[in-house]
């Protein structure tokens, strides 16, 4: 069996090569030659799966190692009874712990040193949204969720109209890329609604680029008294706008999901779908190829202020300004070389590791620090 695989997916021979020969090749630039003779297509975000490039081949099964399927054509494969796989929720904590850094620095921006005053807005109460929420109740913060799909269905409440939730101090957009349908989302924010934001707000996209108008958000940024603006995914990734770039204040290339645990899980994700498809037995878990993390124990006394013991060690384990540095360096050259720099920061993005990787250790602290390093989803050593 030959499977065909974006070389950038991790771990790919420790998962498959005893069900199939692997073919690595780029994800983004994937031909129809290159999937032609495969059984199995496995892809990331960045290869578009549709007729274009499966008609004609003898590929039985895709799965793709990511959350997001909007470069899928699903009904498509469907109608050719082609199996297909994604993989929910596998980078849905990193996304989240992306936003509590980038919420993190705003916090100390704006002078203050406590979630507790701030109100966020979560356009988009799936996998990333949801645990997002989780997270920022147990800090205290005042969350508002804007999912109008969920609302509408029976037996879900206490959502908020997105008017509501673009009101908060920081809107946090995790809808997924849709383009049909009442709830589309391509261009979700545009014009209007980026000129009623104010400038003491904070709106962060790490969904996908093509939610927000970025032409519109350029002139909004370019007027009096602009909001501030986070920004993970961009329209036309890798050939974003370097004026864009410029002008909002975070800037990072597409890497919000890029936690070491986050890549693995989804390479799990569609391993167990060929299994599933393959009728074989699932036999590795992601947890079995994680290495010892480079940073693996912390620990605090009470001489710790709540708000240093916990940013340092949120920190230790990822500051997004050390993405917005490369990413930025990247922008003074040619306009044809930036897309490949971009998918190079990509590719070679370092390892990161998610808060759990990091045993924190307290010595005579109190319960309220314990439960914000548990909030934040670090383990305790008490
Ligand atoms: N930047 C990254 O690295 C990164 C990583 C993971 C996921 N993503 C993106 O984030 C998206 C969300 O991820 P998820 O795991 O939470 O997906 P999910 O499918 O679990 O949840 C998406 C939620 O958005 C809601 N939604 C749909 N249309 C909406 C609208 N118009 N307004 C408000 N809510 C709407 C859905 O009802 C659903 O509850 C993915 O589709 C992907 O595109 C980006
Ligand atoms: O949808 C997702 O899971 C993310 O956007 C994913 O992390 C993107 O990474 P890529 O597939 O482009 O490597």
């Not at 549709?50 to 899928?72: M, N, P, Q, W």
């Not at 494969?77 to 989240?96: M, Q």
């Not at 290495?291 to 916990?310: D, G, H, I, R, V």
């Not at 340092?312 to 897309?339: F, I, N, Q």
Request: glycine share 8%; hydrophobic share 40%.
């Amino acid at each position: 069996m030959l499977i065909v695989a974006d070389e950038n997916i991790p771990l790919l021979d420790s998962f498959f090569d005893d069900i199939g020969e692997v073919r690595r090749v780029s994800g983004r630039g994937m031909s129809p030659e290159d999937v032609q003779d495969a059984d199995v297509l496995l892809v990331r975000s960045v290869t578009r799966v549709d007729r274009d490039l499966l008609e004609g081949s003898r590929v039985k099964f895709v799965g793709t190692a990511t959350i997001g399927t909007d470069h899928v054509d699903v009904p498509w494969l469907e109608s050719r009874g082609i199996a297909f796989c994604a993989a929910p929720g596998c980078n849905a904590n990193s996304v989240a712990e992306y936003v509590l850094s980038v919420v993190s620095l705003h916090i100390e921006k704006k002078g203050l040193k406590d979630w507790a005053d701030l109100s966020v807005g979560i356009v988009g109460a799936g996998n990333v949204g949801s645990e997002l929420a989780r997270k920022l109740d147990w800090l205290d913060c005042t969350v508002k969720l804007c999912d109008p799909p969920r609302a509408a269905l029976e037996g879900e409440e206490g959502f908020v109209s997105l008017d509501e939730a673009l009101a908060c101090d920081v809107i946090t957009l995790h809808t997924p890329l849709t383009r049909d349908g009442e709830h589309a989302t391509y261009h979700l924010l545009g014009a209007g609604r980026l000129q009623a934001l104010r400038a003491d707000q904070l709106l962060i996209n790490s969904g996908r680029g093509e939610v927000v108008d970025c032409r519109a958000l350029l002139d909004r940024l370019d007027e009096a008294n602009p909001p501030t603006v986070v920004l993970d995914v961009w329209e036309q990734e890798p050939r974003i706008s370097p004026e864009l770039v410029d002008r909002v204040w975070i800037a990072t290339p597409h890497i919000a999901g890029y936690s070491l645990e986050g890549k693995v899980q989804g390479t799990e994700m569609i391993y167990q779908g060929l299994c599933r498809f393959l009728g074989l037995p699932v036999r590795k878990k992601a947890g079995q190829f994680l290495p010892e993390p480079a940073l693996s124990k912390l620990s605090f006394t009470s001489a710790a202020s709540e708000w240093s013991a916990t940013t340092v060690a949120m920190r230790s384990c990822y500051d997004p300004r050390m993405d917005d540095s490369r990413l930025r360096l990247t922008m003074d050259r040619e306009a044809r070389e930036r897309g490949g720099a971009f998918d190079r920061l990509r590719r070679d993005y370092p390892v990161r590791r998610e808060f759990s990787s990091v045993k924190i250790q307290l010595k005579g602290t109190s319960k309220s620090l314990q439960d914000t390093f548990r909030a934040l989803g670090f383990k305790l050593k008490i």
